[in-house]
Structure formats: structure tokens, C-alpha cells
């Protein structure tokens, strides 16, 4: 990797150890094609957003919008309230999250462990998707403060700003040869503001993007999901930030697919990925065997798995849901056993 991106032997900030994330080469095809995960999930709180939460934090001070000692106000299903409560116990600001019981319990914690003030738009137990409620509760909560500012993460240009580094380190550490890239889009930040960026260096590079079924990015039928962190439920705005001139192509993976496959790689290589993850992962498998020689794919893991042990690693809660199918199971095992030849 270039000299400029490595990361300091000390530091004296958490976040001061966001970025420099590893490439892992999950598989490689007999014509030399390969696939080389991401680790995002390698970031502090296990996730690639606290690059974003750091991002709009640093452009609202330099624009004056948020002075000492104020406060932070965002709509999270977790992985970005987590970054946002390391910048602001950092930085000293307090940090309210506006939640549904969608979002994993572990995550929860995490952002109440760090000083988090958790209000939720919704506390019947329904574990019901809420993002255009909580958004609309963001807005006004910060627009009765004065010393409050709502980061509104999915129409943030410093969402997609805060992923500029990973084409910075993905260019540094492949000099240039990739030539698919393959991520979740939610916010749309992190997929788009990667793709901006790359494509200014490296012309040519094929984007998907993947959502869960029953998200709306890329068209419907609607209906509710599991996936946490990703995509873009029914009656909520697609994001400002989601840039279809950018993606070239946009597809979809059910619950099932996406979650065996984070389980079946748990056990055959020992990466626990989130279940968003999950869906980048299988859909970036499912395209191996089609690829160009020589082709280099590179998929990004924005969120690790071990938030989901209560879920998605748990049995009795796959299996309570209907999100248990053996057929699948098998296809992740053998397409993984053709392609890494183990």
C-alpha cells in the first residue's frame, strides 16, 4: 500500500483509526479473475459509517452550523449513530439517536455505552422498519434547538464525501486494476461517493449496486425486510445521495440469500460479515463464473457480523422468522467450494 495511506503507529484519537482497511481474496477464478472483499467492517464499531459520521461532523463545524458543546441529531438504524457517538464523546458534543426496534439490540447498547441519548419513534416492541417516521422526529427535534444540528444522513453530501478515501485506498493498493465494483446502497453514500471518486482514476469500472428485496431503490414490488442498515423501505425518500448515473446496474437479494451466505462464510473461513454484507458477498459470487479473465471484482463490506449474533447467527431467531432454507445453504457451500477449490 502507498506510504501516504498508512496509518500512524500511534494515535491519540479513536478516530484517528478510520480507514487503511484490508483487501481479503475470498476467491479466485481458473482464468485468474478474483474476488477481493473490503474489510469496511474493520473500522472502529465494526462498520464503514463511522467514515461518514466523521465526515459530516468536521464539514458542519467548518460551515459554523455546530458550535462547542452542542448537539448531534441523527435517524439511525444503528451503524451510523455508532460512528456519530465516537465523534461526539470525542469532540464533546452530546449525540441524541432517533431509533425503531428495527435496529440490532447490540447497537443499541453500543451508542447508549458511549452516552448516547436514545429516543425512539415508535416503543410498542414492533420491530416494524420506521425510517420516514424517525426522520421526520430528527428534523423537528433539531429545529426546537438552537444548539442543535440533524446531520440528515441520507442527504448529506458529506455522507458520500466521508467514502472518498476508500477509492483513495482501494486505487493505492490494486495500482489502479479494478474493474467491478459491487456494494450495498442504503444512503447511497457509501457505494456512490466510492464510485464518484474511483471512476475520476479509474475509468471504466462496472458499479452495482445491491439492495434487499422489498427495498424501492431500484423498483419494487415493496415489502417489509431484515436487512439492517441497507436499502430503502416503503414510504421513506429515496436518498439524495444515491446516484443512478453512477450505477450501472442495480439488483436486488432476499433475506435468505443474503443471510445463509454470511453464515455459511462464518463457517468456512472464519469472517463474521453483517447481513447486508451477506447480499453484497452473494451477489458478487453469483457473478464469478461469468466474469472476463482477468477480471478483478471488489466488494464492500460495510458491517461486521458480530452485532448479529442474536440474529442472524441465531437459530431460533432465523428460524422463528422463515429465514432458514437448506437449498440455499447448499448453493452458498458448493458455489464457494467450486470457486476456492476447498
Not at 6 to 28: F, H, K, M, N, Q
Request: proline share 4%.
Amino acid at each position: 500500500m502507498h506510504k501516504a495511506l498508512l496509518r500512524p503507529a500511534i494515535v491519540s484519537r479513536v478516530s484517528d483509526l478510520i480507514g487503511y482497511t484490508p483487501l481479503y481474496e475470498l476467491c479466485r477464478t481458473e482464468n485468474g479473475s478474483r474476488l477481493l472483499l473490503k474489510l469496511e467492517h474493520l473500522n472502529p464499531t465494526g462498520t464503514a459509517k463511522i467514515r461518514m459520521a466523521r465526515q459530516m461532523v468536521v464539514d458542519a463545524e467548518e460551515r459554523g452550523e455546530l458550535r462547542p458543546g452542542g448537539r448531534i441529531i441523527e435517524s439511525t438504524s444503528g451503524n451510523t449513530g455508532l460512528g456519530l457517538a465516537v465523534i461526539a464523546a470525542e469532540r464533546g458534543y452530546t449525540f441524541t439517536a432517533v431509533v425503531d426496534n428495527h435496529a440490532c439490540p447490540d447497537k443499541l447498547r453500543g451508542m447508549k455505552a458511549m452516552g448516547t441519548e436514545l429516543v425512539y419513534v415508535v416503543d410498542d416492541g414492533s420491530e416494524e422498519l420506521a425510517t420516514a417516521a424517525r426522520e421526520e422526529l430528527a428534523e423537528r427535534m433539531a429545529r426546537e434547538d438552537d444548539d442543535a444540528i440533524f446531520t440528515e444522513q441520507h442527504n448529506n453530501p458529506s455522507n458520500a464525501v466521508g467514502y472518498h478515501p476508500v477509492a483513495h485506498e482501494l486505487v493505492a493498493a490494486l495500482d489502479g486494476r479494478i474493474d467491478q465494483l459491487v456494494g450495498a446502497v442504503g444512503t447511497g453514500g457509501s457505494l456512490c461517493g466510492t464510485a464518484g471518486e474511483l471512476s475520476r482514476t479509474v475509468p471504466g469500472v462496472r458499479v452495482i449496486g445491491v439492495e434487499p428485496k422489498g427495498s424501492i431503490a431500484f423498483g419494487g414490488p415493496a415489502h417489509d425486510y431484515y436487512q439492517s442498515g441497507t436499502g430503502t423501505p416503503e414510504g421513506a425518500e429515496i436518498g439524495a445521495l444515491v446516484d443512478y448515473d453512477l450505477i450501472d446496474e442495480g439488483v436486488k437479494v432476499g433475506d435468505v440469500e443474503a443471510f445463509a451466505t454470511a453464515r455459511v462464510l462464518a463457517r468456512r473461513t472464519g469472517l463474521l460479515i453483517g447481513g447486508s454484507a451477506g447480499g453484497v458477498v452473494y451477489e458478487a459470487l453469483t457473478r464469478m463464473a461469468a466474469l472476463p479473465p482477468g477480471t478483478t471484482m471488489v466488494a464492500l463490506l460495510n458491517d461486521g457480523g458480530e452485532k448479529y449474533l442474536d440474529t442472524v447467527f441465531d437459530d431460533d431467531w432465523m428460524n422463528a422468522r422463515d429465514l432458514v432454507d437448506p437449498t440455499v445453504d447448499r448453493e452458498v457451500d458448493e458455489l464457494l467450494t467450486k470457486l476456492r477449490g476447498n
